[in-house]
């Protein structure tokens, strides 16, 4: 793609863009100091799709007009309502509907999921997690080595970047199980990292964990949504990912979990009597009896209010399609790149590899005389909302479902003026 630095050329690019008017299907933030936002941060959390209200509010009124009756009698049962989350998760995770479920939130799940398939021995006990993971993971991981009486000191283990390198490569991944792995239970990774946007090989990371018999989870906050998935294919044995950044579904919205459909009558797993068949739910026999699948890892009837953004959000992906929000993504993305690096490449670096990359770029300031953070408080007077994470990364991420060319364009603008104030 040959890209240009005008207004001209980023308007050529939106009325040319297939997805455009997915925009209109958005709020967007109101306007500061007199100026339009430029919202970079749907890494973080998205925006409200205006369908969201509407069927928050449709639930509103099924509690108010029928009440108990609203989990059976109505148009959308309560009783099964998280499944209509399933198809749209399975599309966006490459998984089966019977190996997905919308239920609790990502950290809840992580547990959930270690509580099956961390199961330490004395001989084989280690987590692997990356270093600089997102500290909910890591906080997670190092509380189940410990509640099973091990101790995260010596066997939390970090995949590190090499010194001066940003970027995880696989093949240290490979030297560290090579020389430990048949005392590693688990590998625990993100898709994508939260502060590099580095994606990382997820089929390779799988490949490896099952070579080494260890276990695999991959936490997919930051990838679903923007990056394709062959969860099934892959075969991780579990997987969880939060609905408020790229699916846009709300703050604290309900989460995803997948579990491999090698593993779809566990025996070891936490019980809750949403995790029953549904068929004898309400017979309310102490014997519980497991659903088909990812199902059977639910624990309470799901948050009725929170469900629905996610499923708003779902339609709105499935009618976009994956395939043209990755094209859209990677030119959008590009596009930002190019501007940076053409306009301010000796004073704005980025540590978001190249070549495995969705929506998110990581910047960094290179000269001197420009204080990172100062910059992105401009940025912010200047209506860009972008993130900011220590100690010194201001992460940016174009959607591809409401962000355009203007926008990009509009933040080079932005990103000049604030440079220069
Ligand atoms: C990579 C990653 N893991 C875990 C979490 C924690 O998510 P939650 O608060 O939904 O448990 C986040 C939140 O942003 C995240 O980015």
Redesign the pocket.
Known sequence: MIYEDSLDFAESLDREDPLASFREQFNFPREKNGQSPVYLCGN?LGLQPKLAADLVQTELEKWKDLAVDGHFQSERPWVNYHQHATDGFAELTGAKPGEVVAMN??????HLLMASFYRPTPERRKIIIEAG??P??QYAAASQIRLRGFDPESDLLEWQPRPGEMHLRLEDLEAMLDHEGSSVALLLL?GVQ?YTGQVLDMRAICELGRLHGCKVGL?L??AIGNVALELNAWAPDFASW?T??YLNAGP?AI?GAFVHETHRSPDDFLHGWWGNKQSTRFAMRPKFEPAEGAEAWQMSNPPILSLAPVIASLQLFRQAGLEGLRNKSAMLTGYMHWLIETRFGDRIGNITPTDARGCQLSLVVKDASTDARTLFDRLCERNVTGDWRNPDVIRVAPAPLYNSFVDVFDFAERLSDALDA
Do not use: E, I, Q, R
């Open positions: 973080s939130t990502l950290t809840v799940n992580l993971a997102f909910s993971d993100p939260y936490d906050a930051h939060c408020y950044k604290g989460a």
